[in-house]
């Protein structure tokens, strides 16, 4: 007994003398909040943003805050980012993408694997392979949406936005990148769907660690089937899969990762693939619902688009000039995209901030940083930053405006909704060319309405801070029917 209880004051002595950290000369203020080894991470998992503006006002633009035993630097001046984005040598992506991805999807991949699963997108994603996904996608959307409503129907139907954005846009997806249909040997789109909803549900808690017992029994039976109806994916009897998929299937054997670890592969890319684009869509559409002078702008723009071109499904194959729609979507992912940028430091690093200052990172610890706060919701640089304004990204002359300033000076980085530098986004353009098809369809086909005329955009879920795409505390209820004029 004595024995135990020496072991145990011993164990806890050297615990807090291994946690124990004091700001050392040259590195950002430290605030390790009041709570040993947990920090700040209470405040961190209820609303991040809400939590990086008090630290902001406290310290200024960089600090250092313990949560949960880590220690993250946040940086939160604009003018500085690019020390962050552009130097993978002490800043590194992929370390920390492991840990998120580990305790995620208990997923351990070999050291390569990263690295060439990335190019093997970038081969598919980016440049002119990208245009069959675009047909694909195209044709998918066009046909979910007549399988939802034929187009003789004279009623309205009442849906939700939220809902029926993320289920339209998942499928399609799903369907173009991992060829759910019956006849292929895949999985139902719809069963799909509705798993994939509640790990998302489960995500935020997931991705932090905090999820409770009977949660976490949820989310590994949830994973569970998701990886059974993933199974299909890619192999040699679903010929409905992608190209991509196909390769990465390959890629992963070839690399010598189990069938178990595949499936699991395959699930984070589902999630990689699918968990933003819907929705950023429902916000777009809600913006347009709630904004009319901006839903009249958009809609005469992509009537000129369609009286230019030969067929919708141009509209996504070749390249189109559509600034209204572009600033509409710019405006709708400064206000609704929340990621994290972190990296691993993992040498060393003096950061030299843009008024002069330098800063020492430690080895070890994690960079952060969340352009939501700033630069995509600063007063300085967007006037009343919490309104959508869908023109604030178009110039007088009606072309693209992407010159803001803060403090005086030009920003390079004005939103930041798809990361940037080497670690940026690879889907953007497929992406973007998705979501515009799918609000060209809604506008130009079908009569949108508000049920209630007064609605107002809902809440934003504060626990979604940091993982992507924010995501809505409830819905916006809406009717739709053909239009008379189609
Ligand atoms: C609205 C939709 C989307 C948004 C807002 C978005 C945003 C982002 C962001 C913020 C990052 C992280 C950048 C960083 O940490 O520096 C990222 C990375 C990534 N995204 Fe997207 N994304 C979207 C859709 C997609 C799609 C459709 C794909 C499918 C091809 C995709 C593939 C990727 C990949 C592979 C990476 C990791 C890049 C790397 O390893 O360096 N994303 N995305």
Redesign the pocket.
């Known amino acids: 007994m004595i024995w135990t209880v020496f072991l145990l004051i011993h164990a806890v002595l050297l615990y807090f003398i291994l946690t124990h950290r004091s700001r050392s000369k040259g590195e950002p203020p430290l605030d390790k909040g009041i709570v040993p080894w947990l920090g700040h991470a209470l405040e961190f998992g209820r609303d991040v943003s809400k939590f990086l503006n008090r630290m902001k006002q406290k310290h200024g633009d960089i600090f250092t805050v313990r949560v949960a035993g880590r220690y993250v630097t946040v940086l939160l001046d604009p003018h500085s980012y690019d020390q962050v ?1 552009h130097d993978p040598e002490s800043l590194d ?2 370390r920390y ?1 492991r840990v998120l991805m580990d305790r995620i999807f208990n997923l351990r991949l070999p050291h390569q694997q ?2 060439r ?2 190019a093997l ?1 970038k081969k ?2 980016v440049g002119t392979n990208l245009n069959a996904l675009n047909s694909s996608t195209s044709r998918h959307l066009q046909a979910l949406l007549k399988g939802e409503m034929p187009s003789n129907q004279k009623h309205w139907k009442d849906e939700e936005l939220f809902d029926f954005s993320y289920r339209i846009l998942f499928k399609a ?1 799903y369907l173009t ?1 991992f060829g759910g249909e019956q006849n292929n040997n895949g999985s139902d789109p719809s069963r799909v769907y509705q798993e994939y909803k509640v790990f998302d549900g489960l995500l935020s808690k997931l991705a932090r660690g905090t999820l409770k017992p009977e949660e976490k029994k949820a989310s590994q039976k949830v994973q569970q089937r998701l990886l059974e109806l993933l199974a299909p994916a890619g192999g040699a009897e679903n010929q409905g899969s992608s190209s ?1 998929v196909r390769g990465y299937r390959l890629l992963l054997q070839e690399d010598g990762v189990d069938e178990d670890m595949q499936k699991k592969a395959l699930l984070m ?1 589902l999630w ?6 819907g ?3 429902f916000w777009l559409l809600g913006y347009l619902l709630t904004n009319p002078d901006a839903m009249t702008a958009v809609r005469k723009e992509f009537s000129r688009v369609s009286q230019s071109t030969t067929s919708e499904l141009n509209l996504m194959d070749t390249p189109v000039n559509t600034p209204v729609f572009d600033s509409a979507l710019e405006e709708t ?1 400064r206000l609704t ?1 929340a ?5 691993e430091v993992v040498q060393e690093k003096t950061l030299h901030m843009s008024d002069g200052h330098e800063y020492l990172l430690r080895k070890g610890d994690r960079l952060c940083l969340f352009p939501f706060n700033s630069p995509q919701m600063d007063p300085e640089i967007y006037h009343e930053p919490q309104k959508f304004k869908f023109d604030r990204f178009l110039n007088k002359d009606g072309s693209a405006k992407n010159i803001f300033y803060k403090g005086g000076k030009q920003l390079k980085y004005f939103s ?13 353009q ?3 060319n ?2 515009r098809k799918f609000v060209y369809l809604m506008v130009t086909n079908y009569d949108m309405q508000l049920r209630d005329a007064h609605a107002q955009m809902p809440e934003v879920d504060a626990s979604r801070y940091g993982l ?2 924010l995501q809505p505390v409830g819905d916006l209820n809406f009717r739709y029917r053909p239009r008379e004029t189609h």
């Open positions: 984005i992506f992929t993408a990263p690295e699963s990335k997108m598919h994603f997806g990148l991509w890319q990689a693939t699918q968990g933003n684009v929705p950023a869509a992912l995209a990621p994290f940028i972190t990296r930041m909704p798809w990361g940037a530098g080497t670690n940026g986004c690879v889907g953007k497929y992406a973007v998705t979501i992507g795409l």
